[in-house]
């Protein structure tokens, strides 16, 4: 299962992604290979992400992103520079403009730009932090039955965490 | 006289001709030949296309008065297959009762989208749905998807004028965009119009015309590595008309209804007792033709895919297209190119020799015997036996001129038993120019006085007695084997040629056909191959309806 939320606006997302990487063209960060077209800097020359120019000038490479949109609430949370760009800023593209902008200060609103903030950004900390560890086990489970076998853990410490029943 | 292309008045009788009878007792009727037009551009090599994931599919829905205008339609915008979002649109000037029988529809149904998708069914005005869907279509270069696409996009048009740039000229330029200003629509020459040229009932030209002030993205070309804009570059859209499609693909005209059928849509077209009234039920009728389209795509571009060839999938006009691009896979380039200096005046008198396809039927409504025959393969065939494979690998391709007397002779001796001999059929490579004097020829004529359209029909032929030295025309020599054996009798040459092919292209490679059937042009005839792998290929049709003979 694929984490998906439903979208708003997927014509005008699809715009977004797909012009963004025409303007990237087929370029990479030539020293990190960074390829998301929003976190590359335009007109780079060499080719270069918001990290590594940060890293090259000495400065942070997070960002503190308002996660409700700064119109909304103030609370930030620190977020890799490159994730900003190509993730987060573009998960908020996706909100209502009102809901984004808040211009008036509407309470209703901002409560909806928390909501959508929180589960954009739980998306990405799922996507990010958590995610990879399984694909990392399934890849170490392979490499351990070339290596020793399908029963690879009978015999190990890692016996006792084998689901109960299996043979 | 014309050599190469124009008009020529010719007798054209459906008579025999008769010593006793003067064919200028015939009505003259002028004939057209095709013409060799010098100074086309060099079509650049295409670099490979990726196909864009994206597709907007939509139909529109008319009033059923002479002005079919737009009452209202839908949408669906699907990425890799999966539709994302799904809408109704409606024309500006619909009734009010129309309007709310739309927004009752779309309060009350659901959007038939994925999990991911928008799940409320969109409702726009024609406007809105311009300004948005289509210009975030335009903008992120999807597929544009219609059945027959001319008549949709032109029921969205909210005017439309006469195209004028090549390769439109004559056709429709249609404006999509506009702006209210002072009480009155205005044209918002700051988006694209649409431009369409039909070409016939199945296929049309269509593009984006350029626009004033374009954004710097929109001057990116597709295959760009830098993504830099180039000055000059303007997208011309990516317009796909499915009716043209399953034509390349099938060479049978289809229906939207007979084209899910051929290819196992599983959501196929289905049918209204009345058109024009704007009810729930209409509504579902155009929203099930959409997803029959949107389904139809993807099993089209799924078949077009298993072709390796370099051709976008948009401009696939028809089967020869299809062909061709095998050429260029198969590392043949056009004569031109691998021959520039050729003789142009030689191109010019094999073009107005050449006719295409021709079906006739010259005893009506009267029962007689008749001998059923059926041709396989009958190009292909005639190509083969021609030996014209190594006309098509040649490096070179030598004119020699100067052969009436040798085209005379072999004429006086041929018999129809020698063409049963294939060895006769690889000399007949020659055109030759002749005063038709009620030979049995080809000719291209207004044969129908209330159409009116071109016609090619093979009638006794007379040049005009009177003038027959400026009337010579060009044949080919398979064309004069045929009148020489119907009427027993030699036609007048004036002059012919004989083409010879040398050497042979060192850029040849091997392709399969449908990636399953492999082809080597070095060493096989590839028309042979298509005759003789044509009936165990898997047939192109699901439910096995294919598989035409001509």
């Given at each position: 299962m694929s984490i998906e939320l439903p979208r708003r606006d997927p014509s005008g997302a699809y715009r977004r992604k797909v012009t963004a990487a025409r303007r990237q063209g087929?370029?990479?960060?030539?020293?990190?290979?960074?390829?998301?077209?929003?976190?590359?800097?335009?007109?780079?020359?060499?080719?270069?992400?918001?990290?590594c120019k940060r890293e090259s000038l000495g400065h942070s490479t997070t960002d503190n992103h308002h996660f409700a949109g700064q119109a909304n609430h103030p609370a930030t949370v620190p977020i890799p520079v490159n994730d900003h760009r190509a993730d987060l800023n573009t998960a908020q593209l996706d909100w209502q403009?009102?809901?984004?902008?808040?211009p008036d200060g509407c309470p209703l609103l901002a409560a909806a730009g928390c909501i959508r903030g929180f589960v954009d950004t739980v998306i990405y900390l799922i996507k990010k932090g958590v995610l990879w560890i399984a694909e990392m086990l399934e890849s170490a489970?392979?490499?351990?039955?070339?290596?020793?076998?399908?029963?690879?853990?009978?015999?190990?410490?890692?016996?006792?965490?084998?689901?109960k029943g299996s043979k | 006289m014309v050599q190469n292309g124009g008009l020529a008045h010719l007798s054209n009788s459906l008579h025999p001709r008769d010593q006793n009878e003067s064919a200028t007792e015939s009505e003259p009727l002028p004939i057209a030949v095709r013409v060799y037009p010098e100074g086309g551009k060099q079509k650049s090599e295409a670099s490979p296309w990726q196909c864009p994931d994206a597709m907007l599919v939509f139909d529109t829905e008319t009033r059923i008065d002479q002005t079919q205008r737009l009452t209202f339609g839908s949408f669906r915008f699907l990425v890799a297959g999966r539709c994302l979002e799904e809408g109704l649109f409606y024309g500006a000037d619909l009734p009010d009762k129309d309007?709310?029988?739309?927004?009752?529809?779309?309060?009350?149904?659901?959007?038939?989208?994925?999990?991911?998708?928008?799940?409320?069914?969109?409702?726009?005005?024609?406007?809105?749905f311009i300004d948005k869907i289509f210009h975030d279509a335009y903008k992120a270069q999807f597929l544009l998807v219609a059945f027959n696409f001319p008549f949709d996009i032109s029921r969205l048009a909210w005017k439309f004028g006469t195209a004028r740039r090549q390769p439109f000229t004559g056709g429709f330029s249609l404006e999509l965009w506009s702006y209210p200003a002072n009480g009155q629509e205005h044209t918002n020459r700051f988006r694209p119009s649409v431009r369409i040229k039909q070409i016939d009932s199945k296929r049309a030209l269509k593009g984006f015309a350029g626009r004033k002030g374009a954004d710097d993205e929109d001057r990116i070309p597709d295959d760009s590595e830098t993504g830099e804009p180039e000055e000059g570059y303007t997208f011309r859209g990516h317009f796909l008309d499915l009716r043209t499609l399953a034509f390349a693909l099938t060479d049978r005209g289809h229906t939207l209804e007979?084209?899910?059928?051929?290819?196992?849509?599983?959501?196929?077209?289905?049918?209204?007792?009345?058109?024009?009234?704007?009810?729930?039920?209409?509504?579902d009728y155009n929203r099930r033709d959409v997803l029959a389209t949107s389904e139809l795509a993807i099993k089209l571009l799924e078949e077009y895919s298993r072709h390796p060839i370099n051709l976008q999938v948009t401009k696939a006009y028809s089967p020869a297209s299809i062909g061709k691009a095998y050429l260029h896979a198969m590392g043949i380039p056009p004569v031109l190119q691998r021959q520039p200096d050729f003789p142009k005046e030689y191109l010019g008198y094999a073009t107005t020799a050449f006719f295409g396809g021709r079906t006739s039927a010259h005893i009506r409504k009267t029962t007689v015997p008749v001998v059923y025959t059926d041709f396989l393969s009958m190009y292909p065939t005639v190509n083969s036996l021609m030996d014209l494979w190594r006309f098509v690998t040649a490096k070179e391709i030598k004119v020699v001129q100067g052969c009436q007397a040798e085209i005379e002779q072999f004429l006086q001796k041929l018999t129809p038993d020698d063409l049963f001999n294939p060895v006769t059929w690889k000399s007949l490579t020659a055109f030759a120019q002749i005063i038709p004097d009620g030979d049995i020829l080809p000719s291209r004529g207004e044969y129908n006085p209330d159409t009116k359209d071109w016609q090619v029909a093979v009638n006794y032929l007379h040049a005009d007695r009177n003038n027959s030295e400026n009337q010579a025309l060009w044949f080919s020599l398979p064309d004069i084997v045929a009148s020489v054996i119907l009427t027993n009798r030699l036609p007048r040459i004036t002059s012919a040629f004989r083409l010879v092919p040398t050497g042979e292209l060192e850029s040849l490679q091997p392709t399969k056909l449908l990636n399953e059937i492999s082809v080597d042009p070095k060493n096989e005839d590839f028309f042979r191959v298509v005759i003789e792998r044509r009936d165990p290929l898997p047939k192109f049709v699901p439910n096995g309806t294919g598989n035409s003979r001509c």
């Open positions: 087929k370029k990479k960060c030539h020293k990190c290979g960074e390829a998301r077209p929003e976190a590359l800097i335009p007109k780079s020359h060499p080719v270069i992400c918001a990290k403009e009102k809901t984004r902008k808040n489970h392979d490499w351990l039955v070339e290596q020793f076998g399908p029963k690879w853990w009978v015999g190990t410490p890692l016996e006792q965490f084998a689901p | 309007y709310q029988t739309l927004e009752r529809y779309v309060a009350s149904h659901p959007a038939g989208t994925v999990e991911s998708g928008v799940q409320k069914l969109a409702f726009l005005s024609r406007r809105e007979s084209a899910c059928k051929a290819f196992g849509v599983e959501h196929g077209k289905q049918r209204v007792k009345r058109h024009g009234v704007v009810t729930a039920k209409y509504i």
